[in-house]
T-cell receptor, first 110, second 112 residues
Framework: GQSLEQPSEVTAVEGAIVQINCTYQ??????LSWYQQHDGGAPTFLSY????GLEETGRFSSFLSRSDSYGYLLLQELQMKDSASYFC???????????FGAGTRLAVHP | SQTIHQWPATLVQPVGSPLSLECTVE??????LYWYRQAAGRGLQLLFY??????ISSEVPQNLSASRPQDRQFILSSKKLLLSDSGFYLC???????????FGSGTRLTVV
């Protein structure tokens, strides 16, 4: 089967750094994406890693290790508005199909 | 610019009633289209995807069906809703060779 595992909850304080890990087991793996979803809203695309290594986009970075079937999302200089759920998603098989993890709820406190 | 429209935003339907949710995309041609369902506090489950008019692939057996009558229109339907069909339904699109999905604003369906 296909599955992605990520922690259910993470708590951090403003200004801190937090890392959300994701391990995956999928067939036909092409790459790993990350999405942010605020309560009641739709997911929004954050990043995509097709190759091993670190991709940086402003305060957010994403890492992939294909040999370890592992990736993470790194959020720096946390702000209150970063409180949301974060989903890793594997691009799997054809037709750009995304298989999502269950999500990590990040709570940022003052 | 590309936009995706999904409606209605909320829907309360009795068990056994039919369902039709519509999603349209503007500003792009031949998009890949997807329907996902999200249970409360959970991840997104892929229900259907389509790479072209009339081409529908189902990911899980269920009480729902999908259709794509036009290039930029994707419809999710049910003949008779079940309580277990309640959830947050999200439509998404991606371009060929693109890896980021753009999601619609979602429909929160409650079956009573």
């Amino acid at each position: 089967g296909q599955s992605l595992e990520q922690p259910s909850e993470v708590t951090a304080v403003e200004g801190a750094i937090v890392q959300i890990n994701c391990t995956y087991q999928t067939s036909g793996f092409y790459g790993l994406s990350w999405y942010q979803q605020h309560d009641g809203g739709a997911p929004t695309f954050l990043s995509y890693n097709a190759l091993d290594g670190l991709e940086e986009t402003g305060r957010f970075s994403s890492f992939l290790s294909r040999s370890d079937s592992y990736g993470y999302l790194l959020l720096q200089e946390l702000q209150m508005k970063d409180s949301a759920s974060y989903f890793c998603a594997a691009l799997s098989g054809g037709y750009n199909k995304l298989i999502f993890g269950a999500g990590t709820r990040l709570a940022v406190h003052p | 610019s590309q936009t995706i429209h999904q409606w209605p935003a909320t829907l309360v339907q009795p068990v056994g009633s039919p369902l039709s949710l519509e999603c349209t995309v503007e500003g792009t041609s031949n998009p890949n289209l997807y329907w996902y369902r999200q249970a409360a506090g959970r991840g997104l489950q892929l229900l259907f995807y389509s790479v072209g008019i009339g081409q529908i692939s189902s990911e899980v057996p269920q009480n729902l069906s999908a259709s794509r009558p036009q290039d930029r229109q994707f419809i999710l339907s049910s003949k008779k809703l079940l309580l277990s069909d309640s959830g947050f339904y999200l439509c998404a699109w991606s371009g060929t060779g693109e890896y980021g999905y753009t999601f619609g604003s979602g429909t929160r369906l409650t079956v009573v």
